[in-house]
Every structure is written in structure tokens, then in C-alpha cells.
């Protein structure tokens, strides 16, 4: 195995916050997938009252995604989604001033990583960087190769936020959760590293999260699914930051808008978890100087 690599990202720089909090604006149906409705005024203004709502609620920063263009394409995808997508994002940050994220769905990362370093996001999110999964659009490739060296080839600052063992998938072989995190981040160079349940609305387990914490070392850990009113505290015990959808809109259903007064009671316990988990450490370390 090659050394470790100096791959951690101060969220803090990024977020103003070292565990941020980030809301997802799933995207309507863009031009070519299959439910795409003809107007992309549509989609925009949708976009612009989701992402209003999240930074009216307090998030820390906000990640765009082509949610509703399933079925998803595996790897490439078609160019007028990656002509909307920039589109949609240079007009949020005239509105929003919150760093964003990108993810082209399924696995176009490289597509992700041109818009955001085009529009001056921030990140983007990446499912499969490493690895071989089976999923739904059959199997996914990691891309690690490819796509760290055409952020070289760009000059680009953008960091890579990475799932480990991805939801709606299984891996093709089978890598404990400590080998995942640490192929993601020693052999894939990720900046950051996300954790998931097996299904969108999912949460991954707080001792899950604890294994991948303890892998990861100095990289930040993402909950990337299934967080709530009930369980982010609990979660947050263990991770950095959370990145958060459903459970923000209005009757937690995934084609209803982000609900604002659900934000704010999200980000609140969220950050009241933190505050009580960071209490908890605290007076550990006391009683282990003492």
C-alpha cells in the first residue's frame, strides 16, 4: 500500500464551521431524461425557492443535484444536462451566498468536476471514486484515476467528497467498511468522505460511523443519508459534517419543496447535538489529563 497521503480539508475554510450542515436541491427533470417537462424556467425557479429555503433555515452550504433525471445514466452524461446544470448554479450564487456543491447523478464526476470549477463551487460529490459497485445502471467503475488528474490538468481548487460503499448499490467484492474509507482516501485521494445507509432516506448506524471515523483519521466524515429531527443528534457523536434532503421537505416526501420551518428545527438540533457531543469530549479529555 503507498503512504498516506495529506489528503484532509479544513471545512472550516470552506464552511465557516468545522460541521456543517448541508441542504441538497434536487433538481426537476432536466432536457433528455426521460420525465423532462420543456421549460427550464421551471426547473430554475424551483431551484431558486429550494435554495432560498435552506439558507433561510440556516444551512452552511448547499449541494445541487440532477435527483429527478432518473433513470440515471451510468457515467457520461448528456451535455444539456451539464449546459442546465451550470446554468442553475451561476444563477443560486447570485442569490445565495452559501459555498455550493455539485453531484451529476449517477457517477459523472467528471462532468461535476467542470461545472463547479467553471461556477466557482466548492465541491462536488462523487459515489463510486474507487471500487466496482452493482447498481441499478449495472456495474460502476471508480474514477479516482481519471478524474484527479483532470483536476490537475484544470488548476482546479475543487474538493472531492466521496462515498464509501455507496447506497443503492452493493460492492462487487467484499471490502469491510475500515478497507473502503481507507482505499477512498489513501489510493483515491478523496478530500472527504461520505457515509450512507443502503437506500436514499436511510441512515447509516452511529457504529458504522464510528469504524469510519476511526479509518478516515484526520479526513472528514459526511452522514450522507437518512439524518433527521430524531437521529442527528446521535449521528453527529461520530461525523463532521451531515448532507441532508428528505427530511427537510414538507411531509418528508422527496418530490414535495423543502419545508423552511423544517430546516431550522433540523439545524438546530443538529447543532445542539454538536454542541452537547463536543460537552461529552470535553470533560472526557479532563478526566484523562487528570
Same mark, same amino acid.
Given at each position: ?72 445514466? &451510468?457515467?457520461?452524461? +448528456?451535455?444539456? !444536462?451539464?449546459? @442546465?446544470?451550470? %446554468?442553475?448554479?451561476?444563477? =443560486?450564487?447570485?442569490? #445565495? ?61 475543487? &474538493?472531492?467528497?466521496? +462515498?464509501?460503499? !455507496?447506497?443503492? @448499490?452493493?460492492? %462487487?467484492?467484499?471490502?469491510? =467498511?475500515?478497507?473502503? #474509507? ?109
Amino acid at each position: 500500500m503507498p503512504p498516506r497521503q495529506n489528503t484532509s480539508v479544513d471545512l472550516t475554510q470552506i464552511f465557516q464551521t468545522p460541521n456543517p450542515i448541508i441542504g441538497v436541491v434536487h433538481l426537476l427533470p432536466l432536457p433528455t431524461s426521460p420525465r423532462w417537462g420543456g421549460s427550464l424556467k421551471a426547473v430554475i425557479d424551483r431551484a431558486e425557492r429550494e435554495a432560498t429555503a435552506l439558507a433561510s433555515g440556516g444551512v452552511d452550504g448547499i449541494i445541487i443535484e440532477n435527483f429527478f433525471d432518473a433513470p440515471f445514466t &451510468k457515467e457520461q452524461v +448528456d451535455p444539456a !444536462v451539464v449546459s @442546465a446544470m451550470s %446554468l442553475i448554479i451561476h444563477r =443560486l450564487k447570485q442569490m #445565495v451566498m452559501l459555498p455550493m456543491g455539485i453531484n451529476v447523478l449517477r457517477n459523472d464526476a467528471r462532468s461535476s468536476l467542470a461545472i463547479a470549477t467553471c461556477t466557482g463551487a466548492k465541491f462536488i460529490r462523487v459515489n463510486v471514486l474507487t471500487g466496482v459497485m452493482a447498481t441499478d445502471q449495472g456495474l460502476i467503475e471508480g474514477c479516482a484515476h481519471e478524474l484527479l488528474r483532470y483536476r490537475r490538468e484544470l488548476g482546479s481548487e475543487v &474538493k472531492i467528497f466521496a +462515498d464509501v460503499l !455507496v447506497k443503492h @448499490a452493493r460492492p %462487487l467484492s467484499s471490502p469491510n =467498511l475500515t478497507v473502503a #474509507v481507507q482505499d477512498t482516501i489513501e489510493r483515491g485521494l478523496a478530500d472527504a468522505v461520505i457515509l450512507s445507509g443502503w437506500a436514499t432516506g436511510s441512515p447509516p448506524s452511529l457504529e458504522d460511523l464510528e469504524l469510519a471515523k476511526a479509518a478516515a483519521g484526520s479526513t472528514p466524515v459526511f452522514v450522507g443519508s437518512g439524518a433527521d429531527l430524531d437521529n442527528v443528534a446521535t449521528l453527529m457523536q461520530a461525523a463532521d459534517g451531515v448532507i441532508v434532503s428528505s427530511s427537510l421537505k414538507r411531509h418528508r416526501k422527496r418530490d414535495q419543496p423543502i419545508d423552511p420551518n423544517r430546516v431550522s428545527r433540523f439545524v438546530e438540533a443538529t447543532r445542539s447535538g454538536i454542541a452537547a457531543a463536543n460537552s461529552v469530549r470535553a470533560t472526557d479529555n479532563i478526566k484523562i489529563s487528570s
